[in-house]
T-cell receptor, first 115, second 110 residues
Framework: NAGVTQTPKFQVLKTGQSMTLQCAQD?????MSWYRQDPGMGLRLIHY???????DQGEVPNGYNVSRSTTEDFPLRLLSAAPSQTSVYFC??????????????FGPGTRLLVL | GQSLEQPSEVTAVEGAIVQINCTYQ??????LSWYQQHDGGAPTFLSY????GLEETGRFSSFLSRSDSYGYLLLQELQMKDSASYFC???????????FGQGTELSVKP
């Protein structure tokens, strides 16, 4: 199993450009999520999905879109990049068990720099 | 909504014991978990408390008190490789999203 994979590993964008961060998992996990990590801010939830066709907003959703057409993939789209979106982005997945928490498996991250 | 508070930094010496506290405010949750992140790496799961009390996993233990909205991670026999950031997290029972604290950076000195 590859686990959770993310591409690209590193990206530089100019203000106003759009791009898609890719995330895929091969563990048949129902729950997938995107976090951004900034110094001193911890991990902040952007969007999450509890299954194919279902997405919901997290703590900081503005400027980002997601879709979940398959169980395996959960891409994150930046519509018009801004310097404030410079961050490290992590994708995570887990089995969705009703009630109790399950282990989140994180991808290696995408480092995004917006100029 | 949910909010979690942890100390931003903790320093300890090799071989010592250190406790990292986490207090939370949430309208309802399924439990408290802990993750470790080494510099530049992905967070990895350490432990989870669904019920009050102590959970032990090798050198690491985690504690939860729901009545006090409080938990902690206890690291024993500290090693240099334990230098990392540690995050507490709660999963809410309204939609199931997982929310993290801001993290505690642990520095282990020789």
């Amino acid at each position: 199993n590859a686990g959770v994979t993310q591409t690209p590993k590193f990206q530089v964008l100019k203000t106003g450009q759009s791009m898609t961060l890719q995330c895929a998992q091969d563990m048949n996990h129902e729950y997938m999520s995107w976090y951004r990590q900034d110094p001193g801010m911890g991990l902040r939830l952007i969007h999450y999905s509890v299954g194919a066709g279902i997405t919901d907003q997290g703590e900081v959703p503005n400027g980002y879109n997601v879709s979940r057409s398959t169980t395996e993939d959960f891409p994150l789209r930046l519509l018009s990049a801004a310097p404030s979106q410079t961050s490290v982005y992590f994708c995570a997945s887990s089995r969705r068990t009703s009630g109790y928490q399950e282990t989140q498996y994180f991808g290696p991250g995408t480092r995004l720099l917006v100029l | 909504g949910q909010s979690l508070e942890q100390p931003s930094e903790v320093t300890a010496v090799e071989g010592a014991i250190v406790q990292i506290n986490c207090t939370y405010q949430t309208s309802g949750f399924y439990g408290l978990s802990w993750y470790q992140q080494h510099d530049g790496g992905a967070p990895t799961f350490l432990s989870y408390n669904a019920l009050d009390g102590l959970e032990e996993t090798g050198r690491f233990s985690s504690f939860l008190s729901r009545s006090d909205s409080y938990g902690y991670l206890l690291l024993q026999e500290l090693q240099m490789k334990d230098s990392a950031s540690y995050f507490c997290a709660v999963k809410d029972n309204q939609g199931g999203k997982l929310i993290f604290g801001q993290g505690t950076e642990l520095s282990v000195k020789p």
